[in-house]
């Protein structure tokens, strides 16, 4: 497949001034409001702090959503390269880490071979990538007032892949109809037992008794992406104590909850949440995305029965139980990377095994920011933080402004964004115009890379990575296809 871009829609550089996004905008037919203006330092809701029930505080409205690494040791180490990604969260002028990274809970369960893994034997490892947060925070704003860290706890499921890059070992709950196909594996490929999954979440739990013992204020449970955790929520045929009714499909994180509150006392969660899905979709005419054919589709959490709209009935349910359960800090997203990557992070240009946008990408950001408003409305107490805001690129402090101002979302967060401008939260709290040469343009090459097993990074605008050899790989990888 060719990952060069076929020009359709405007690029985000090209809107320079608010008329011009206006008028594309109404042009495009995409209801996505935003200031024009922006406020001065001492009048911007991006400084204001957030006050939590545990009696902490996050700094501010700003944070970097965690993101999931490609160049740690095959044992679950984290390397330079992962440090150099760390450091930019410290100096990065957001007051809350949300999870920093995705770090599996065992090694059958992490995503590509390079992923970080917590356990006794890398304890120390976690213990000191914190205490390099603290000490590059503190060195570039003079204290670590307001810093919130957690760290994300994850198990990939279905899309598992410990031990080669190429080879899935994934862990399933039930036989999808389209994703077994997609993904090489055959209908009767073997569900993961009960278990199994109890297994499980004492290894959560034990991952999170550890994530406590190394100075971490909280821990995410990963509910996101087609990960485990997202996928028992859409198990609605399987049996047994797991599958079926909602109540069911929410044992998981009800018993990791409980277990954790047991083991690790006074200890905040977190939840990532894809607070809603479609169907798969695959490469059309044109290499343009299409979904999957289907009458009916019942696997998408937060959908429509056919998996092409939005029913947030049992999203809302969700985040019912986790209020019930004692978690305050959510954070919304969307869909799978992996089967329907438009909805999670909008972007021009598609990673080396994607397709072409099939909408305007400004609309799937305003899709974003829709249900994280309908569900914070429905949610006062939550603290609801924001994704899907970097295409928006220039225009990302506007919208982020008129978002916070106008209370859809507690926080905006920031993904791959900082990858290549680690310091725009900072530049944006202090009222300081965006370099725009470090702005993120989705050129999608820090998911080609990983997917292609190279290491994690910005290849196109940081020069860490630009120079080394592993951008001629990937120039070669893009040319090929």
Known sequence: MST????????????????????????????????????????????????????????????????????????GKPTEFTKNRWVKFAISGAKLLYGCEAVAVCHEGKANPNQLVINEENFEEFVQLRQLILDKHTERFGNTDGLVVGLQLTHSGRFCKPNSHKKFESKILYSHP????????????????????????????????????????????????????????????????????????????????????????????GIRLSAFDFLPYKKGPNDLG??????QYPYAFGGQQNGLGIDLTETKAFLALAQSLGIQIVCITAGSPYYNPHLT?????????????????????????????????????????GSGYSYLQEWLPNVAQYVLRNGMADSIG????????????????????????????????????????????????????????????????????
């Not at 401008?421 to 090459?445: A, H, K, Q, V």
């Open 178 to 269: 389209f994703l077994n196909k997609k993904f090489g594996m055959e209908a009767d490929y073997p569900v993961l037992t009960d278990e199994e999954i109890d297994d499980i979440i004492d290894k959560y739990i034990k991952a999170a008794v550890l994530a406590q013992k190394a100075g971490y204020d909280f821990v995410d449970v990963k509910h996101c992406h087609g990960y485990l955790g997202h996928e028992f929520l859409s198990a609605i045929d399987r049996p047994g104590k797991y599958g079926g009714s909602f109540e069911n499909r929410t044992r998981y994180l009800r018993n990791i909850v409980a277990g954790i509150q047991k083991e690790a006392p006074g200890l905040e969660m």
């Open 345 to 385: 992070r909008p972007a021009l240009f598609p990673p080396s095994d994607g397709y072409q946008p099939p909408e305007e990408p400004l609309a799937g950001v305003q899709r974003h920011i829709a249900v994280t408003d309908e569900l914070k409305k429905a949610f006062p107490e939550l603290v609801i933080i």
């Open 414 to 481: 920031f993904g791959r964004m900082v990858l290549s401008y680690p310091n725009m939260p900072e530049d944006m709290i202090n009222g300081r115009t965006l370099t725009r040469n470090l702005i993120c343009r989705t050129f999608s090459d820090c998911t080609s890379a990983p997917r292609n097993g190279l290491i994690s990074g910005c290849y196109p605008l940081d020069t860490f990575y630009k120079k080394r050899p592993e951008a001629e790989a990937l120039k070669a990888i893009k040319d090929s296809m």
């Open 4 to 75: 060069k871009y076929k020009p359709k829609y405007t690029r985000m550089a090209q809107l320079k001034t608010a008329s011009d996004l206006q008028k594309y905008l109404e042009t495009a037919g995409v209801d996505l409001s935003f200031d024009e203006t922006l406020l001065a330092p001492a009048e911007s809701p991006f400084a204001k702090p957030i006050s939590l029930k545990s009696g902490k505080t996050i700094g501010n409205s700003l944070c970097i959503l965690p993101m999931e690494g490609w160049d740690g040791t095959l044992d």
């Open 290 to 295: 299409q979904p999957e054919e289907a009458e």
